[in-house]
């Protein structure tokens, strides 16, 4: 029995509601098509009388965790089974392998096409499944009415022209991106979280600021500037935050939409198997993190370099002491319990000098199976507690890329239990010396949230729960 | 900034001196350069007061606007920049070079040599980006008719300024930014953006310290500053009175009087930039040039060839903005070229890769062990695969399956096999290619035991770009195929103008 099947809470009700709207939205596209269902290929004229007035896209906005991956499943296995070929974009392979393998547990006896770059190995949980075919042109993927890939291997298509595009993690696509593959589909659907990391570049790219077709902007931004009329969904309940989370990230990084979690404050507990020494100084954080889903682990006010020593032996001691614990969650997937391991960890940075960094402090301690990256790799995963080095630590200045919310909102909305923050003391001080001095330009829509405040806010929350170091 | 750029500035302030970060020269300076000093009009957007200007440190040419808030003069002063602008392009085109590439390729030519134009800073950049604007939609005939080289100038500034957008391009470039690519300074990089201030960190006169140098710079009497903004009290003071004498003059000579007093003052301030140019010439041209700096210049030559055909073809004017899909294939160059050049800069020079090496994505060592003959017989046929084991003091984080190569050996490709992590560390790689046809190597094609070798991931070779849409297949998501350019008189109005 899934909550999609039969709604038990309000909550539950509420998201399958949401998801339900959707889907019939995408239904009453698809059925205007007409008998057939094949895609046209009689030139823009045929594509107008098709569309009919109606809308060619549609975006489904997601806060963290509130089951984005589930609706693209589902809007994909509907299409295809109403006898539409969809085609799949997702941004990245470990997410293109992901949703080929949930698409294949979904629908077993549907042709999945898995269309890679040429120096793609298969994994396994791509391989496990008889119905997905691996192939590098899509023309051997003909018999497929579902063909999975990545934007950047969807931009290398000449031609083929697919009735339908689902698009996952659409706001970290590249309006660039889009403009690639936006000649491959007819109708599409945006799916992403609005509140991640924008696309970036390392390029100056002043001299296209303001133009509705800005190559820096996300997908999605680029989509509804050039096509006010497009509806946009949200989809109301987290089902990874815990009730602790959701007040601080949705305050801080979805200040005008809000979204509520999908678990009662006392249905996630955290607990610890042993006991812990009053002298250790990693006990307390992570004591203070269980029972309240937050601690900030201060480190003593310094300007460091990038890398800075402590708060690197910081956090892979956190997670090393974690782990001696024994550490073991409750939650509505396991009332009664079951244990963190290594896996369920991660180790949040900015930077991937310091993600590396963590990653050698952890080898020395050996520690094995925590997951340590950046915030943009983090981007669409999900782990039981989280450790995040605070972009700002140590720092003389803030900058727009460490002031910036997605980052932040990446970091701290990765977990199901609980955060910990580690971080020198002083960063309202560093956030209140350097106040947004970012030039309003014009013709560029204001984004919200403004990241220097969303840091302040998410640090005035934190403050609550500080722990010395 | 880097780890070793704030170390090197440390290392700056504690011995009063301007520190190199780099072993070798990474842009480009021309035989012939031709210098050109902005000044612009305080309170008007982009309206020019005084450029100097000249490809001769013995002979500059002063070009000067009496009264710039008066558009005729304005565009009298286009012309005026335009003859020694165009006249200085135009010696570049006429000597050509084969520049055919690759066995199976079309023969074909380009320029042997391409224009250089330096300016101090980055907003003289931004100036020659202005002026080419409110230029070069201008039209020489019917109302408002300039001098027909004035749009012709127009393209060429807009060209060079779109060109300097462009990762290790030389055709235009800023003093400040070409010293500070070689010099770290014991000041800050906003303080670097002051040519005189930083050439005193690089290159202080006799008895003086880098410090007193650069403070002795801040004397708006002795160092006016390198433009396009004037100093405010010279404004107030000097030019003010000096604009006005002009426009009261009466009768020729008096004309000729206030304007040669004009000419004079504003000659006061060009000339220490005019100089200090000249010693940021002679200082860049006294670093050896980068190995890929040659090749990068060659790709600057094939752009200069390309803008004088298109312009020889009657092409319109660069349009005001971007059209979606100029602009994501604009925005793509520019990341290739990016990454091209941050690549290309650190196998031409040892102290660049060191950023790498501290944070392991490139390692130097010792060959502690090397087996040059071995033969992988394992495919269908044998092939030649040496191994050799580099043993390194740098924090190793590249994994085993990873291509890597070095910069002195090219062709030749190494994968790792195996990496013994701990200090010192020891990479186990297998070559491949640049080592003959032969199953026993070319001699000196295998590093031997006790050679020194950087090796990195980083590879500078080429990348395929996939296409983009034809401009009238915009597709829906970005706003539909965009309305055909035709170039019109508006294309010329400003709302500031």
Redesign the interface.
Same mark, same amino acid.
């Given at each position: 029995m899934t909550a999609a099947d039969v709604p038990q809470t309000s909550a539950e009700a509420e998201a399958a509601e949401a998801v339900a709207g959707v889907l019939a939205g995408l239904a009453g596209l698809a059925t205007r098509r007409g008998p057939g269902g094949m895609a046209t290929r009689d030139g823009p004229d045929g594509l107008a009388g098709l569309a009919g007035g109606r809308h =060619?896209?549609v975006v489904v906005d997601s806060p963290p965790g509130a089951g984005k991956s589930a609706l693209v499943v589902r809007a994909t296995v509907d299409l295809a089974m109403a006898g539409e070929p969809v085609m799949v974009v997702a941004q990245t392979n470990g997410q293109v392998d992901d949703l080929t393998d949930r698409l294949a547990l979904a629908a077993p006896r549907l042709a999945i096409g898995r269309l890679s770059a040429a120096d793609y190995v298969p994994t396994p949980r791509v391989l496990r499944h008889l119905t997905v075919s691996v192939a590098q042109q899509a023309g051997d993927l003909a018999a497929c009415p579902v063909i999975v890939a990545t934007a950047a291997k969807w931009?290398?298509l000449?031609d083929g022209i697919w009735p339908w595009a689902v698009i996952d993690e659409a706001y970290q696509m590249r309006?660039?991106m889009?403009? =690639?593959i936006?000649?491959r589909f007819e109708r599409?659907l945006f799916v992403g979280d609005p509140g991640q990391l924008d696309p970036f570049?390392?390029?100056?790219?002043d $001299?296209?600021l303001g133009?509705?077709?800005?190559?820096?902007q996300s997908?999605v931004a680029?989509?509804l500037r050039?096509?006010p009329g497009i509806p946009v969904h949200r989809l109301p309940v987290s089902w990874r935050l815990p009730a602790t989370a959701v007040p601080v990230v949705g305050e801080a990084f979805y200040p005008f939409t809000g979204f509520r979690s999908g678990t009662a404050p006392q249905q996630r507990r955290l607990e610890f198997a042993t006991r812990g020494f009053a002298a250790w100084s990693a006990d307390e954080p992570i004591e203070t993190a269980a029972a309240s889903g937050w601690a900030l682990y201060e480190l003593p006010a310094r300007h460091t370099? =990038?890398t800075d020593a402590e708060a690197v032996v910081a956090c892979a001691a956190l997670a090393e002491r974690i782990l001696q614990r024994g550490a073991v969650s409750f939650s509505e997937r396991a009332p009664s319990g079951e244990l963190v391991t290594a896996d369920r960890i991660a180790i949040g940075t900015a930077h $991937?000098?310091q993600a =590396?960094a963590v990653r050698?402090q952890l080898?020395e301690l050996s520690v094995a199976g925590v997951t340590v990256d950046t915030a943009n790799r983090l981007q669409g995963r999900e782990f039981d507690v989280t450790i995040v080095l605070h972009p700002l630590s140590g720092r003389v200045d803030a900058t727009a890329f460490h002031l910036e919310a997605g980052r932040l909102c990446v970091l701290t909305s990765r977990h199901r239990h609980a955060c910990i923050v580690v971080a020198r003391a002083g960063i309202p001080e560093l956030l209140d010396a350097h106040p947004s001095t970012e030039p309003v330009h014009l013709n560029v829509p204001a984004k919200f949230p403004d990241g220097w405040e969303a840091n302040q806010a998410v640090m005035a929350h934190l403050s609550r729960h500080r722990v010395r170091a | 900034m880097s780890?070793l750029t704030a170390l090197a500035r440390a290392r700056a302030v504690a011995s009063a001196v301007a520190q190199p970060i780099s072993t070798v020269r990474h842009v480009h300076v021309s035989d012939r350069p031709l210098v050109l000093i902005p000044l612009a009009l305080a309170g008007e957007a982009s309206a020019p007061l005084a450029a100097m200007v000249g490809d001769d440190p013995g002979s500059a040419r002063l070009l000067v606007v009496a009264q710039p808030r008066n558009r005729d003069q304005r565009f009298a002063f286009a012309a005026g920049l335009a003859t020694v602008i165009l006249g200085y392009i135009d010696t570049f085109r006429s000597a050509v070079e084969d520049a055919s590439s690759g066995a199976d390729r079309e023969p074909r030519q380009r320029f042997a040599d391409a224009p250089q134009v330096l300016v101090p800073n980055r907003a003289g950049i931004g100036f020659v980006r202005l002026l080419g604007r409110s230029t070069r939609f201008r039209r020489s005939d019917g109302e408002y008719a300039v001098d027909p080289a004035v749009p012709v100038l127009g393209r060429w500034l807009t060209f060079l300024a779109e060109r300097a957008?462009y990762?290790g391009s030389c055709l235009l470039l800023a003093a400040t930014e070409a010293l500070a690519l070689h010099w770290a300074s014991g000041q800050s990089p906003v303080e670097d953006l002051n040519l005189a201030a930083l050439l005193g960190w690089v290159d202080p006169p006799s008895g003086m310290t880098g410090p007193e140098a650069a403070a002795a710079a801040e004397d708006p009497l002795t160092c006016p500053p390198a433009g396009p903004a004037t100093d405010p009290t010279f404004d107030n003071e000097v030019l003010a009175p000096l604009i006005a004498a002009c426009a009261r003059a009466d009768g020729d000579a008096a004309a000729h009087r206030a304007e040669a007093s004009l000419r004079a003052a504003l000659s006061g301030q060009l000339t220490p930039t005019w100089k200090l140019m000249w010693r940021a010439v002679g200082l860049l041209r006294g670093l050896p040039p980068g190995g890929r700096v040659a090749p990068r210049w060659d790709a600057d030559k094939d752009a200069f060839t390309g803008y004088v055909t298109y312009l020889g073809e009657g092409g319109p004017p660069q349009p005001r903005?971007?059209?979606?899909?100029a602009?994501?294939r604009r925005?793509?160059w520019?990341?290739r070229a990016?990454?091209g050049y941050a690549i290309q800069r650190a196998l031409d020079d040892p102290l660049v890769m060191a950023e790498y090496r501290m944070?392991?994505e490139a390692f130097a060592g010792t060959v502690t062990a090397a087996e040059p003959g071995r033969i992988d017989g394992t495919g269908r046929r044998r092939k030649l695969r040496p191994l050799i084991t580099v043993t390194t003091e740098d924090?190793v984080?590249i994994e085993a399956g990873t291509v890597l190569s070095t910069p002195g050996r090219p062709g030749q490709k190494a994968l790792v096999v195996s990496v013994y992590?701990g200090r010192p560390a020891r990479v186990v790689l297998e070559l491949s290619g640049g080592m003959g046809r032969a199953l026993i190597p070319v001699p000196g094609s295998v590093p031997e035991v006790g050679d020194r070798l950087c090796y990195t991931a980083l590879s500078d070779s080429y990348q395929r770009s #996939?296409?983009?849409?034809a401009r009238e297949?915009?597709? #829906?998501?970005?706003?539909g195929p965009p309305p055909e350019y035709v170039p019109a008189d508006e294309d010329a109005s400003e709302v500031w103008s």
């Open positions: =060619r896209g931009a290398t000449a309006s660039d889009l403009l =690639r936006a000649g599409a570049s390392t390029v100056e790219s $001299r296209w133009l509705a077709w800005d190559p820096m997908a680029a989509l050039n096509n370099v =990038r $991937r000098d =590396r050698s080898g | 780890t957008e990762p903005r971007d059209s979606a899909v602009a994501a925005l793509d520019l990341e990016q990454a944070t392991g924090p984080r992590a #996939w296409p983009f849409p297949q915009t597709p #829906w998501t970005h706003g």
